[in-house]
């Protein structure tokens, strides 16, 4: 029997109360809550016992934000056919191939089941749901509109984990060549060139300066080539961190990562998408334009875009329009300050910030194209100048020698 405030996942086998075998699984802390909860779902527990833990202690796939963003999407088309809100998280969480997405769900039905609200359940897994989640299925609760709500939620997740993804994308290609580059080089370096050193020492005559240094990069390399691979590493998880504990260094980094060539308008770019597509979903569902852009400011990612959102709003409050407070940041595009004009002269805001959210997320898609077809002859140059000098300075004492020969 569990102990006291540690929850495990329990398999029950019974019947309902139609007579029909039923089974599945529940979170609790002992068996005999369990058998409780099944009474008040009407269902007579002939078998409840621990799940069995794996033999290896595997502990399953973690979930991910695009799970979120998929269990989203099958309640909302659950409740749209009809099917209840607890029989909904049933059926999701036993079509998940994901253990521990199954299990978080089935945390959610029983919190749901036991008579707390969808919202308050979900407030209660603070690490998958954020507070612009949760607001928007308590606005869909309240308002007796849930399956719309979820569909809109649904959408604004995969519409932003998209984003994410090309972000990532772009970044990630970049950086992973350019550590391939520094592993080969350094293995040119302790394994390759010392073998040519070994050969120029018979030679008796005075190298290249290009052989020289290289021969002297390759001693150090050899020497001390666990404590450059120990600074790397020590210097990315340094950045990491201090990115994570101080805010002005991370604040001092999205402003930096603004002024980069290219992969700065990238950047921009997706702040712009993710900033209308937000102030889209929050709009249309019903919450206020003043707390609506509280969601937007943590949702832009950045903090210069952080602290003007949150302008904004302060001006909002005091009965400016929203296009009017965008344009006295001067941080937003022309483009996009009109169609939010015109959304409020026509009291159509939502329809045309997710027409911007389209026409930015494009944008970003487009960008990122051109950057990997910039980026592979570029890199391409990188490894061969890396690669190819390297060579040439190995043979630059053996083309010499067949000179004077």
Sequence with gaps: MATAGTTSVYVYTGIDRKGKKVGGQMSSTNSALVKAQLIKQGIRAKSVRKQAKPLFGGKGKPVK?????????QMATMMKAGVPLVQSFEIVADGSDNQNLAALIREIKDEVAAGNGFANALR??????????????EAGEQSGALETMLDRIATYKEKTEQLKAKIKKA???????????????????????PQFAETFSSFGADLPAFTLFVLNLSEGAQAYWHIILFSVVA??????????????FSDKVDKLTLRLPIMGQIVYQSIM?????????????????IDALDSVSGATGNAVYRDAVTNIRDE????TQLNIAMTATGKFPPLLVQMTAIGEESGA?????????????E???NLVDSLTALLEPMIMSVLGVLVGGLMIAMYLPIFQIGQVI
């Design 65 to 73: 934000p695009l799970d979120i963003a998929m269990f989203t999407r």
């Design 124 to 137: 209660k897994q603070p690490k998958f749901f954020d507070d612009l989640f949760c607001n928007l299925v």
């Design 171 to 193: 970044m990630t290609y970049p950086i992973a060549v350019l550590i391939v580059a520094f592993i080969v080089t350094l293995i040119l370096l302790i394994k390759v060139v």
């Design 235 to 248: 210097a990315f998880i340094a950045f990491k961190k201090a990115r994570e504990k101080s805010q002005t």
């Design 273 to 289: 998408a993710r900033f209308a597509r937000t102030l889209s979903t929050t709009f249309s569902a019903g919450v206020p334009l």
């Design 316 to 319: 909002v409050t005091t009965g």
């Design 349 to 361: 805001l939502d329809t045309m910030l997710d027409k911007a959210a389209a026409y930015y997320e």
């Design 363 to 365: 944008a970003v898609d």
